[in-house]
């Protein structure tokens, strides 16, 4: 009888410490969903802000999209350190994801340049194209490759409605490049993905975090009214955009080459 009573209270105390730390990764697990959410508040500040138009409120929406890009970035890291697939299995945290990220990548950045009449009247369009093949490139059962990359063009449209707001280019510059990343996204090819583990992901972040420099300075000296956007292309911001685009080279060449090195090999 003495051992027994020797051993209950330690083991009320293991069970009690067990159940402790379930309800502390169930609240961990919570809040790493919560911080994703966020992106869905960011999402309707970038609404806001499109709707409201002009020169200052894009420059605010590309600085939304910059920080809905970060906590895109972390989320995921934060949720495999969590373990919130083991912790909280009823709840599909990368579906919350994706809902954000469609909203914050592809609808907002393409409603953005209607907004800002990129491309023209005559061929907004266009636009239509990109929306419909990253919707195809979301609802791929294989966007996500088992060796960790993006399978088709990320539908980073972000990052091409920041350049082609910002850079001003001819009219059928940007048509094509709306047409060419819009076909890429059907093409299976792999892309980087930067939150996996290796050293060219590795790599990828500290140079994408030289790139979110850049870009912070371009959106801190745009211009605040459409008259000097538009005639800002001697402006030492325009040269420093122009700069910031040797992350976009980088990635884009970095993932067709691994692309190429890891294709199936044909017996010969």
């Not at 490139?137 to 350049?163: E, H, M, R």
């Not at 790139?211 to 800002?232: I, K, Q, T």
Request: one cysteine or more; a positive charge.
């Amino acid at each position: 009888m003495a051992t027994k009573a020797a051993v209950e209270p330690e083991d009320l105390n293991q069970v009690t410490s067990r159940v402790t730390n379930r309800k502390s990764k169930i609240l961990l697990a919570w809040c790493v969903h919560l911080y994703t959410a966020i992106g869905l508040l960011v999402s309707a500040g970038i609404a806001i802000l499109i709707v409201r138009g002009g020169a200052e409120s894009f420059r605010w929406a590309f600085v939304l999209m910059l920080v809905a890009t970060i906590i895109d970035a972390t989320d995921g890291t934060f949720a495999r350190l969590i373990r919130t697939r083991e912790v909280l299995p009823m709840f599909d945290g990368r579906r919350l994801d994706d809902l954000v990220d469609f909203l914050t990548y592809s609808c907002l950045p393409l409603l953005l340049l209607w907004r800002a009449s990129i491309p023209s009247p005559g061929t907004v369009w266009v636009l239509t194209i990109p929306l419909l093949a990253s919707a195809y490139g979301f609802c791929q059962v294989a966007i996500k490759t088992d060796d960790g990359y993006f399978l088709g063009f990320p539908s980073c449209w972000n990052v091409v409605a920041f350049y082609l707001y910002v850079l001003r280019l001819p009219v059928w510059i940007s048509l094509a490049i709306l047409l060419v990343f819009a076909l890429l996204t059907f093409i299976p090819s792999r892309y980087l993905y930067p939150s996996q583990p290796g050293w060219i992901n590795r790599l990828t972040i500290l140079l994408a975090s030289i790139w979110c420099c850049l870009l912070g300075y371009v959106l801190f000296e745009m211009p605040n009214d459409d008259a000097r956007l538009a005639s800002s292309v001697e402006s030492p911001a325009y040269a420093v955009a122009l700069l910031s685009l040797f992350f976009p080279a980088y990635y884009m060449i970095m993932s067709w080459g691994l692309s190429f090195h890891l294709r199936p090999k044909k017996n010969l």
